[in-house]
Nanobody
Framework: QVQLVESGGGSAQDGGSLRLSCVASTYIYKYCMGWFRQDPGKEREGVAI???????NYVDSVKGRFTISQERGKNTMYLQMNSLKPEDTAMYYC?????????????????????WGQGTQVTVSS
């Protein structure tokens, strides 16, 4: 069982920045971890993913603006979000699963992730 706790959400202006954190209850170096977001009435969307070898992938809408990273000594994953847009407004969730091989440019799917955090709200105003 892996417990995940997100933090860092909040309000930002169009063009602003936020950094989300996800602290895991166990070592994350061997896990596949991702960030997902969901707005009410919309499907959950995969935002960014990182595998145990550090390979990353992003949904097209955030490429060049968001960066996923890990600080393994702290069992923490981050999502640095720059140049925020109102359409980035959503509840953001971190998730983990035992393994994956990230291939850039492929869809980031939420199925197969058994462990999820409670979410942190991001609201971007114009």
């Amino acid at each position: 069982q892996v417990q995940l706790v997100e933090s860092g959400g909040g309000s930002a202006q169009d063009g602003g920045s936020l950094r989300l954190s996800c602290v895991a209850s166990t070592y994350i170096y061997k896990y596949c971890m991702g960030w997902f977001r969901q707005d009410p009435g919309k499907e959950r969307e995969g935002v960014a993913i990182i595998d145990s070898d550090g390979r990353t992938n992003y949904v097209d809408s955030v490429k060049g603006r968001f960066t996923i990273s890990q600080e393994r000594g702290k069992n923490t994953m981050y999502l640095q979000m720059n140049s925020l847009k109102p359409e980035d407004t959503a509840m953001y969730y971190c998730a983990s699963k035992s393994s994956c091989v990230v291939v850039a440019g492929t869809p980031i799917r939420s199925n197969g992730f058994p462990y999820w955090g409670q979410g942190t709200q991001v609201t971007v105003s114009s």
